[in-house]
């Protein structure tokens, strides 16, 4: 009996990895604006732009997002979305999620954001999980950026 359950347990997991081609990559995430919707005495509501770039060469649905921003290594908002966006193969899209964050992390952003920080880009990191079309599971992510700041090109080449 209990080999049987084994034999079973492993098919299904087998069958659950071949959803997702091999070789497949998570895909990229990036903040691309964040936009107030409502401010109030214990909580802030936001709409953030969430680049997803889809580096494989197929198409990916994301059923599902959650996330947390922190902002210069602290805390920002946390949200989530649940509505299905198509990437096709090796593009982007921007995905606008609703985001809330708590007074007491706005209070502690104000007085620890440098105002040169400003000037220069302020570090930001994203990170929670992504359900996608493929898989039956939730992938992680966690990746880092600067939001803002003046653009720099590179020397010598122009776009």
């Known amino acids: 009996m209990l080999q049987r359950l084994f034999v079973l347990l492993l098919a299904l997991g087998?069958?659950?990895?071949?959803?997702?081609?091999?070789g497949a990559l998570a895909p990229k995430m990036s903040v691309t604006d964040i936009e107030i919707k409502r401010l109030g005495l214990f909580e802030q509501h936001f709409d953030v732009g969430i680049r997803l770039g889809n580096p494989n060469d197929f198409d990916l649905t994301i059923e599902a997002l959650e996330f947390e921003l922190e902002v210069n290594?602290?805390?920002f908002a946390k949200g989530?979305?649940?509505t299905a966006t198509?990437?096709?193969?090796?593009?982007?899209?921007?995905?606008?999620?609703?985001?809330i964050m708590?007074?007491?992390n706005l209070i502690q952003q104000i007085r620890?954001?440098?105002?040169?920080?400003?000037k220069e880009?302020?570090?930001y990191r994203i990170r929670g999980r992504v359900k996608t079309g493929k898989l039956p599971v939730w992938l992680p992510f966690?990746?880092?950026?600067?939001?803002?700041?003046?653009?720099?090109?590179?020397?010598?080449k122009s776009v």
């Open 14 to 22: 087998l069958t659950a990895c071949s959803s997702l081609p091999f």
């Open 73 to 75: 290594g602290r805390p």
């Open 80 to 82: 989530e979305g649940h």
């Open 86 to 99: 198509l990437i096709p193969a090796l593009s982007s899209t921007v995905l606008r999620v609703d985001a």
């Open 102 to 104: 708590q007074s007491q």
């Open 112 to 118: 620890t954001l440098p105002p040169e920080t400003l």
């Open 121 to 123: 880009g302020v570090p």
């Open 142 to 156: 966690d990746h880092p950026g600067i939001y803002g700041g003046d653009e720099k090109k590179p020397a010598g």
